[in-house]
């Protein structure tokens, strides 16, 4: 069972540069969710979607866009990388009314904007 | 305040002791918690929820002071694979919207 997969797993982008993070999860779960872990700090939750077509802010939304055209996929987008950005990208997902206890993480992207 | 504080650590404990961390949240309303483990480079996973009366899950068990605003989880017997870091998430206005905590990294050492 693949469960949630984050592709890609390591990228270096230069300032500036624009790039997609793609999620995807097969176990039909209704919610998915961005966040970012930077050291010291806990996971931050920049967007989630509560069900195909759906999309909402998190905590640290700026600077980031999300899509959620397909069920299974939660695509995260930065248009002009900052080094701020650099962190490593975890998505999750989850079936409705389980919150936080229901969650599937995928193993994580690690993005270093130079 | 922040709204979600634990100890950073690194807690480095020999093989078998007995340790114990907490987390203080500063809502008051909040009303599940839960603890993660992470281990290193890798994602969060679920360890256990925190119930009013207490849990209870092998050599794990979490405690909920709400009087105090703070969780507790107390490891007996420790392990070398309970290395990791331990993550508190509070809730924040919803069952879906969470706060994770920084973590608290803990070495077990031979």
């Known amino acids: 069972n693949a469960g949630v997969t984050q592709t890609p797993k390591f990228r270096v982008l230069k300032t500036g540069q624009s790039m997609t993070l793609l999620c995807a999860q097969d176990?039909?779960?209704?919610?998915m969710y961005w966040y970012r872990q930077d050291p010291g700090m806990g996971l931050r939750l920049i967007h989630y979607?509560?069900?195909?077509?759906?999309?909402a802010k998190g905590e640290v939304p700026d600077g980031y866009n999300v899509s959620r055209l397909k069920k299974q996929n939660f695509l995260l987008g930065l248009e002009s990388a900052a080094p701020s950005q650099t962190s490593v990208y975890f998505c999750?997902?989850?079936?409705?009314?389980?919150?936080?206890?229901?969650?599937?993480f995928g193993s994580g992207t690690r993005l270093t904007v130079v | 305040r922040k709204e979600v504080e634990q100890d950073p650590g690194p807690f480095n404990v020999p093989e078998g002791a007995t340790v114990a961390f907490n987390c203080t949240y500063s809502?008051?309303?909040?009303?599940?918690f839960f603890w993660y483990r992470q281990d290193c480079r890798k994602e969060p996973k679920l360890l256990m929820s925190v119930y009013s009366s207490g849990n209870e899950d092998g050599r794990f068990t979490a405690q909920l002071n709400r009087a105090s605003q703070y969780i507790s989880l107390l490891i007996r017997d420790s392990k070398l694979s309970d290395s990791a870091t331990y993550l508190c998430?509070?809730?924040?206005?919803?069952?879906?919207?969470?706060?994770f905590g920084p973590g608290t990294s803990l070495s077990v050492i031979p």
């Open positions: 999750a997902s989850s079936p409705p009314g389980q919150g936080v206890r229901g969650y599937t």
């Open positions: 809502n008051s309303a909040s009303q599940s």
């Open positions: 176990m039909n779960h209704e919610y």
């Open positions: 979607s509560v069900g195909e077509g759906t999309t």
């Open positions: 998430v509070v809730p924040k206005t919803s069952y879906d919207k969470v706060i």
